[in-house]
C-alpha cells in the first residue's frame, strides 16, 4: 500500500512537469453570463444560501479575461458585495494566474474539464476549483485551518510522514447561463 501511495506521488509529480498544452487560456465556450444559489456549509451542514451573478468574459487586451462574482441577497435581490478579478495567461512563464487586483496572484491549473487553485493566508489553506458539466460552470471554494490534524509514522519509501487537514467550510454553487 505504502508502495503505491509512493508510485502515486511520483506520478503526479512527473504528469505535473510536463509542458502545458496549447490551449493556455478560458476557452470560448465558458464564456459568459451565469447565475445560481451558492451554498456554504459548515462542520454543523448548511449555514447560508446566497445568490450568485458570475461573468467571464475576454478582454480587448491578448490573453486577458474578467471574472467578476456578485453575490446577491435572496430576500431583496439587492447586491451585498462583487468580487472582481483578471485571469491571464502569461507567456514567458506558460502559466495561468488570477489576479486579485491588488497584486496578489493566485496560480491557477486547468485540468481536464477544470480549473483548479491552491493558496494559503493567515493560518488557512483555500482550494477552488471551476468546472464546465455540460452548459453550465460549477464553482468551489474549500478551506480549513492550516495545522495538521494528524501526522503519519514515518514512511520508509517516501521517506516522510503524511500529514492530514481538516476541512472548515464548502461554498458550493451550479452556475447556469442567464436567459
Known amino acids: 500500500m505504502r508502495l503505491l501511495f509512493f508510485f502515486s506521488f511520483l506520478s503526479s509529480f512527473v504528469w505535473?512537469?510536463?509542458?502545458?498544452?496549447?490551449?493556455?487560456?478560458?476557452?470560448?465556450?465558458?464564456?459568459?453570463?451565469?447565475?445560481?444559489?451558492?451554498?456554504?456549509?459548515?462542520?454543523?451542514g448548511l449555514q447560508q444560501k446566497i445568490g450568485v451573478n458570475f461573468d467571464l468574459q475576454i478582454m480587448d487586451r491578448p490573453n486577458y479575461w474578467t471574472y467578476n462574482m456578485s453575490y446577491i441577497n435572496l430576500k431583496d435581490g439587492e447586491v451585498a458585495s462583487t468580487k472582481a478579478y483578471k485571469i491571464f495567461y502569461a507567456e514567458e512563464t506558460k502559466?495561468?494566474?488570477l489576479d486579485e487586483g491588488d497584486s496578489l496572484l493566485i496560480e491557477m491549473t486547468h485540468l481536464g474539464n477544470c480549473f483548479y487553485d491552491h493558496f494559503e493566508l493567515s493560518?488557512?489553506?483555500?482550494?477552488?476549483?471551476?468546472?464546465?458539466q455540460d452548459e453550465n460552470l460549477i464553482f468551489q471554494i474549500t478551506g480549513?485551518?492550516?495545522?495538521?490534524?494528524?501526522?503519519?509514522?514515518?514512511?520508509?519509501?517516501?521517506?516522510?510522514?503524511?500529514?492530514?487537514?481538516?476541512?472548515d467550510f464548502l461554498q458550493s454553487v451550479l452556475l447556469k447561463p442567464k436567459k
Open 95 to 97: 502559466k495561468l494566474w
Open 16 to 44: 505535473s512537469q510536463l509542458p502545458a498544452s496549447p490551449n493556455n487560456g478560458i476557452p470560448d465556450d465558458w464564456l459568459g453570463s451565469y447565475e445560481g444559489v451558492m451554498e456554504i456549509y459548515n462542520n454543523n
Open 123 to 132: 493560518g488557512m489553506f483555500f482550494n477552488s476549483s471551476l468546472c464546465k
Open 144 to 167: 480549513g485551518q492550516k495545522k495538521p490534524t494528524y501526522t503519519s509514522p514515518y514512511i520508509k519509501e517516501a521517506e516522510c510522514s503524511v500529514e492530514t487537514l481538516h476541512f
